[in-house]
Nanobody, 115 residues
Framework: QVQLVESGGGLVQPGGSLRLSCAAS????????MNWHRQAPGKERELVAA???????GYADSVKGRFTISRDNAKNTVYLQMNSLKAEDTAVYYC?????????WGQGTQVTVSS
């Protein structure tokens, strides 16, 4: 059974940092395209970052240079390091596994950037 469990969200001041974790079970992340998405209130869900099995990463323009996606294959966990956080980064962050034709989502973790 495929399962994704996010953690690490919380309240942080502008300019601060957080590291989100996505613990996967039921499959191997090293052979799977893994993504982080986010959804702010009243907005559509958007892709934030992705990492391929080969280790290639990609980022939305809004987070490029501030966020870093990585994975620990031994722990079967994907991370999103978020630095220099801004108020507009406030959203629920979701982990997604692409196992085409299926996609699996975690339950999400809230990130709030506010002073």
């Amino acid at each position: 059974q495929v399962q994704l469990v996010e953690s690490g969200g919380g309240l942080v001041q502008p300019g601060g940092s957080l590291r989100l974790s996505c613990a996967a079970s039921g499959f191997t992340i090293s052979t799977t395209v893994m993504n982080w998405h986010r959804q702010a209130p009243g907005k559509e869900r958007e892709l934030v970052a992705a990492i391929t099995p080969g280790g290639t990463t990609g980022y939305a323009d809004s987070v490029k240079g501030r966020f870093t996606i990585s994975r620990d294959n031994a722990k079967n966990t994907v991370y999103l390091q978020m630095n220099s956080l801004k108020a507009e980064d406030t959203a629920v962050y979701y982990c997604r596994a692409e196992r085409r034709p299926l996609y699996y989502w975690g339950q999400g973790t809230q990130v709030t950037v506010s002073s």
